[in-house]
């Protein structure tokens, strides 16, 4: 019963920024909001979804701790999503720490709130 109020669907295609070219455009005309541990990268794009890219600073462990930062910060996404106003492209920039679902969980929505793209 309890996973049934986690399932938010997929990270779909459509909600990656894929190209660097864009993630470039992000950082460089979007806003940026930080907290300790993580920044927010904004931008608004007019379109019915949104759209994220997850990046880590160069020096972030190895391959394995890497992957599995950017896999937790999927998922965070994933929770969060269906709160979130439509229409942005977000680049998320994690820095090393303590990596838990729960802090990442406190960093994103703390940064959302921040920036105003949070419907809650």
Avoid: W
């Avoid at 459509?14 to 455009?25: C, G, N, P, T, Y």
């Amino acid at each position: 019963m309890e996973t049934d109020l986690l399932k938010t669907g997929r990270f779909t295609r459509k909600e990656r920024v894929r190209k660097s070219s864009d993630i470039r455009h992000i950082f460089k005309n979007g806003k940026c909001i930080s907290i300790s541990g993580a920044k927010l990268y904004y931008l608004y794009n007019n379109s019915q979804v949104n759209r994220i890219a997850f990046t880590l600073p160069r020096g972030y462990g190895n391959a394995v701790e890497r992957n599995c930062s950017k896999r937790l910060s999927r998922e965070v996404y994933r929770y969060f999503k269906a709160f979130l106003n439509t229409g942005y492209d977000m680049v998320l920039l994690v820095y090393p720490g303590k990596d838990s679902f729960r802090t990442r969980c406190a960093q994103f929505r703390c940064l959302c709130q921040k920036a105003g793209i949070i419907n809650k």
